[in-house]
């Protein structure tokens, strides 16, 4: 008997962060962990619609008319904006929370992004999902049609008896199996902004080239989704941007967790060098070197950011940074990347290791040589971060609300960055008001 054929509504839902702690980026990025999943649905056979309503600037009730009138057996939501911000301190559920409520309909309600991964029980609980996947979803979320639940990795729901089954594994992507992606009916014309440029206009698009990085930082959160680094094809990347050079795209984010790690990304830089097209990425400076900063250059990068973190050795050795150089090579690095590169930015964790006096010694010298730095900001505790660990423990039913008051209390302290809301409230009462 022929496997049954499944209908997969993927739908990335109209953001907003008012009252958030949000810091990333309001615009809207190619929603890439909900493409590489419909490649992966229709692949196996399924039926797959994707609607992204925040490219589209949909509402929860016109998005449900074309999610009802696909009738679907699984709705797909992420519990936060793009694989690009999935690492970073996340918003709160109160988005996946209306969304789900208002188109949820009949369909299995699946829930992928950080808080599935960090902690599932209480993210199907705050969203009345049914499933939530930990890890990455590309390949896991087909599966949920043809498999039993219990044998997909990463795969956590509640069953009829309302019992929870949680994974103990995690949805882990064979990167080298996702191919070019198919992008011609995504809606890539509407994509003005170039995420990380901030100046002239243009057309972007964000790619990934590889997932996952080598290093455990004690601040980042890598480890239930995206740890483990891997590459993908080269070609296969090239072909992704061929076609959207075709369709007028003149800047491409690389949203790699560190991009610069392995021999195959020069080949890929090279290949980016014969095209007309722009791109910006996020790395650590001690990846590069003069030779490579170079090939960075001609492979027309404009935007390069990059993690410093702290001003001293022994900053950076409390935040297990394992940097390779010393303060005044990295500093060497930023300004002779800034000499070929238009916009190089260095960012700066509050850290007790560094004085402030350095800090502002440091930042003036950079600043002089066209470097931008960040002001230090304190860290958030992510839930499944080693931070979050070495604080707490392991995240529990309030592991959200215990990272996210400690921030805040931070804050009081120090001040909010110019990056973000001036008055966030409190977690309980965003979530509340859903």
Partial sequence: M??????????????????????????????????YARDQIIGAGHEALLIDAHINGLSPEITRRTVCAFSPDFLVIPTAPTYLFWRC?????????????????RAVKVAIGPHASATPATTMRK???????????????????????????????????????????????????????????????RHSHRHHVFHGSGRGAELEFARGCPWACTFCNKT???????????????????????????????????????????????????????????????????????????????????????????????????????????????IYAKQRIPWVQANLILNEQDDRDVIRAWQSRMK????????????????????????????????WERAHARYRSQFDQKGYSDIQEQQPAELAALERAV
């Avoid at 997969?8 to 890439?32: E, M, R």
């Avoid at 559920?93 to 188109?103: G, H």
């Avoid at 002001?375 to 979050?388: D, I, K, R, W």
């Fill in 127 to 189: 969203t009345g999902c049914d499933v939530a996947l930990r890890g990455e979803p590309d390949f896991t979320l087909a599966e949920l049609g043809s498999k039993p639940w219990a044998e997909i990795d990463g795969c956590c729901y509640r069953d009829s008896d309302g019992i929870d089954h949680i994974s103990a594994n995690l949805g882990v992507a064979n990167m080298k199996e996702l191919r070019t992606l198919d992008l011609s009916d995504y809606p890539i014309e």
């Fill in 2 to 35: 022929a496997p049954q054929r499944m209908k997969f509504a993927l739908v990335n839902p109209n953001w907003t962060f008012q009252g958030s702690t949000y810091f990333g980026c309001h615009d809207p990025h190619v929603p890439l962990e909900l493409l």
């Fill in 89 to 105: 301190p996340p918003p709160e559920l109160r988005v996946p929370q209306e969304w789900f409520a208002e188109i949820g309909g």
């Fill in 224 to 334: 239930l989704f995206r740890n483990q680094y891997r590459e993908r094809d080269v070609n296969e990347v090239l072909g992704e941007v061929d076609a959207l050079i075709a369709r007028g795209v003149d800047y491409i984010y690389f949203i790699d967790e560190i991009f610069g790690v392995g021999k195959n990304v020069l080949r890929l830089l090279e290949g980016i060098a014969e095209r007309n097209i722009t791109i910006g990425l996020q790395t650590r400076i001690d990846l590069w070197n003069e030779e490579t900063l170079d090939l960075l250059g001609r492979a027309h990068c404009i935007s390069m950011e990059c993690g410093i973190e702290s001003v001293t050795d022994a900053g950076r050795d409390a935040l297990n940074k394992n940097c390779r150089i010393d303060t005044e090579r990295l500093s060497e690095l930023l």
């Fill in 368 to 399: 002089a040589n066209g470097v931008w730095v960040s002001e230090p900001v304190p860290m958030f505790a992510y839930p499944g971060s080693p931070l979050y660990a070495q604080t707490f423990g392991a995240p529990d039913d309030n592991a």
